[in-house]
């Protein structure tokens, strides 16, 4: 009788959790099969730096140059459509959606995030992709926030990233977005570097956070979706088994698909029965953000190193349309 082949790591994960990408490399995503995918400026300046992807800055440039826009008008044009080729090649290869993350110099604009939005909707439309397909990446301030209940009521979902709080996530929830990103090893960071300690799975503050979060919308019957980001290893992924979704680098991929140990289901929905708390009002949010640490300097930090690698990726356009 021939012995059943054992599962690897990833695919016991597999089985309970939705697996999403957290990579713009295009030949990785291929590699890992992932239902979904999820970008951003850093993952995207990371591949179109390399020599395999660079005809998506020259295409993006013609596409811009051909819209007859002049100065930022025209940078802001072959950014938004490089943003869209890469996430229309991605689509190509995996079934589910593409996360695609507005300008982070928007985040505290709701109006400006919104009319992005919807140009970002309508140049995903003329290349043949339905708004079913794609995830509005916004960070979790409070104007990002309220630009996703809206767009959400458009039809359009969003997944809230930069998430470190449980004031962010109380709001998304009322909010009513399909997704949030918690992202779990900028959290872990904050605290290593503040209390000079290394943590173990079961003691570390951005797994605690995720279950946190996660418990708390599935006893309280939200439908948003928890998708754990950020991770620094395996340990934290495992230990968030069975959330709705965990986005992972493919470097991570590999280690977990590398073994056949058993994966045990850390987190399950036993069904919403808790009656829910008021939505909170603006200045409660902003006083539980500012009293969080942690959270505030996480979310600050965020915003500045996803606009200098964004702006990493306008210099690399901008020098293409000098050409």
């Not at 039809?155 to 992202?183: E, H, K, Y």
């Not at 290593?192 to 799975?201: P, R, V």
């Amino acid at each position: 009788m021939q012995e059943e082949t054992m599962q690897t790591r990833l695919e016991q994960l597999r089985g309970m959790t939705t697996v999403v990408a957290d990579t713009g490399d295009i030949e990785a995503i291929r590699q890992w099969r992932p239902v979904d995918a999820t970008t951003n400026p850093s993952l995207l300046l990371k591949a179109v730096s390399q020599p395999e992807y660079a005809h998506f800055l020259d295409e993006a440039v013609t596409w811009a140059k051909g819209q007859g826009g002049h100065g930022s008008r025209l940078l802001e044009d072959a950014a938004d459509m490089l943003a869209v080729m890469v996430g229309r090649e991605v689509l190509d290869i995996v079934p589910g959606r593409i996360s695609t993350e507005v300008d982070s110099r928007l985040s505290f604009d709701g109006e400006a995030t919104m009319a992005r939005v919807h140009k970002l909707i309508d140049l995903y439309a003329g290349r043949g992709v339905g708004t079913e397909r794609i995830l509005i990446k916004i960070a979790s301030t409070w104007e990002g926030i309220r630009a996703a209940e809206q767009l959400e009521r458009e039809g359009i979902n969003c997944n809230l990233t930069l998430m470190f709080s449980m004031a962010q996530a109380r709001v998304a929830a009322d909010a009513g977005v399909f997704l949030i990103s918690p992202f779990v090893g900028r959290i872990m960071d904050w605290f290593k570097a503040e209390n000079g300690q290394d943590y173990a799975a079961a003691e570390d503050p951005g797994v605690l956070s995720v279950q946190q979060i996660y418990r708390y919308y599935k006893s309280h019957g939200y439908a948003t979706e928890v998708m754990g980001a950020s991770f620094r290893n395996i340990g934290e992924i495992l230990a968030l088994a069975g959330c709705d979704r965990l986005t992972i680098s493919p470097a991570l991929m590999q280690q977990l698909d590398a073994s056949c140990e058993s994966v045990e289901r850390m987190l399950a929905d036993d069904g919403g029965c808790q009656a829910r708390e008021s939505p909170m009002r603006e200045a409660e949010f902003r006083w539980h953000l500012n009293e969080d640490a942690m959270a505030t300097e996480k979310l600050s930090e965020g915003i500045r190193n996803f606009t200098t690698d964004q702006r990493k990726l306008e210099a690399l356009l901008k020098a293409r349309l000098a050409d």
